[in-house]
């Protein structure tokens, strides 16, 4: 995700250069977010692709309240079926955000699958897609 209070830098103690990084609010991929992927992948030999969501992101929240203006409602409608979804199968109010953005992130994998080149590399074994939640309040990564 885009947040700020999000650097994978930090998170995963890495030094500059190490990481390759394509950020958006809400963790959503889309063709220009996939083609940075593919470049990363293709070009730069990026063996791991890590899908990294957070708790209390206000893109997610915004998807559940259901409104937003501009091209921030583009980001919303990529997020609105993982925000159905987790209506459907959460257990209380409280943990439809929690679910909402799992499922996001879960959405954000399928979505990168699409590609040819990203889908060809993980069946030769030359690359792993995984997903992620990075919790804002404890600093913890919890690997989907």
Do not use: W
Request: glycine residues 10%.
């Amino acid at each position: 995700c885009s947040d700020s209070r999000v650097p994978p830098e930090l998170i995963f103690n890495s030094s500059l250069g190490e990481i390759f990084t394509v950020r958006t609010a809400g963790n959503v991929v889309a063709d220009f977010e996939t083609g940075s992927v593919e470049y990363g992948v293709d070009h730069l030999g990026t063996p791991l692709v890590v899908v990294m969501g957070h708790t209390k992101c206000g893109a997610v929240a915004g998807a559940i309240e259901g409104h937003a203006e501009g091209h921030v409602e583009d980001i919303i409608k990529d997020i609105s079926p993982s925000v159905e979804k987790a209506k459907q199968n959460a257990k209380s109010n409280g943990q439809i955000a929690t679910l909402s953005e799992t499922y996001n992130v879960q959405n954000s994998i399928e979505n990168l699958r699409k590609s040819e080149i990203l889908s060809k590399a993980e069946q030769d074994g030359k690359i792993k897609i995984v997903g992620a939640l990075y919790d804002i309040t404890t600093g913890e990564v919890r690997f989907l």
